[in-house]
T-cell receptor, first 112, second 120 residues
């Protein structure tokens, strides 16, 4: 089974500042990797997905993530934070059985 | 799109009763659906994999007789929490695997909005 570690349970950024959320996975074989966002009392919305086609993955809402095999990382970034980006973010990984293993989540708050 | 719905969105029940939660893929067929449980301020924990036309596969530590899963059609999976107790109170989320070729998100899981279960 995949293991996913998200560094930092809480990130606070100013509006307009860079958003950086860290995710590391443990696997000898690069898995499928995902970033999801969850707003309060809602399900998860897919931001982006890595499938080995390209190391830099662009997603929705201006987010992107870079897969670095040497660092077993898949960090999520957004150049300029917006108030609407305040939410819980989950990194997830799966192997060929499609079962998702989630990180603990990172709460993002955006300061005006 | 790829929309997954859940019903009900919230339910309150008495201890000892059973509660059924429905998960539907609205605009695609899903041979595989997944059920997750999420405690407050925590991550999602996979409970079981639901395959259309066959028995569900449960994760270690999940009681299959407690959490009954039925995947009767390509667009519907149900989770029944039998003889619910207060410790079963949680946020239950389903996802459905969309295998259509959709360029950016080919073969991806889409999540329902979740069901908040409170057992008194």
């Amino acid at each position: 089974a995949q293991s996913v570690t998200q560094l930092g349970s809480h990130v606070s950024v100013s509006e307009g500042a860079l958003v950086l959320l860290r995710c590391n996975y443990s696997s000898s074989v690069p898995p499928y990797l995902f970033w999801y966002v969850q707003y309060p009392n809602q399900g998860l919305q897919l931001l982006l997905k890595y499938t080995s086609a390209a190391t830099l993955v662009k997603g929705i809402n201006g987010f992107e993530a870079e897969f670095k095999k040497s660092e077993t990382s898949f960090h999520l970034t957004k150049p300029s934070a917006h108030m609407s980006d305040a939410a819980e973010y989950f990194c997830a990984a799966s192997s060929n059985d499609y079962k998702l293993s989630f990180g603990a989540g990172t709460t993002v708050t955006v300061r005006a | 799109g790829a929309v997954v719905s859940q019903h009900p969105s919230w339910v309150i029940c008495k201890s000892g009763t059973s509660v059924k939660i429905e998960c539907r893929s609205l605009d695609f067929q899903a041979t595989t659906m997944f059920w997750y449980r999420q405690f407050p301020k925590q991550s999602l924990m996979l409970m079981a994999t639901s395959n259309e036309g066959s028995k569900a596969t449960y994760e270690q530590g999940v009681e299959k007789d407690k959490f009954l899963i039925n995947h009767a059609s390509l667009t519907l999976s149900t989770l029944t929490v039998t003889s619910a107790h207060p410790e079963d109170s949680s946020f239950y989320i389903c996802s459905a695997r969309d295998t259509r070729d959709r360029s950016l998100f080919t073969d991806t899981q889409y999540f329902g909005p979740g069901t908040r279960l409170t057992v008194l």
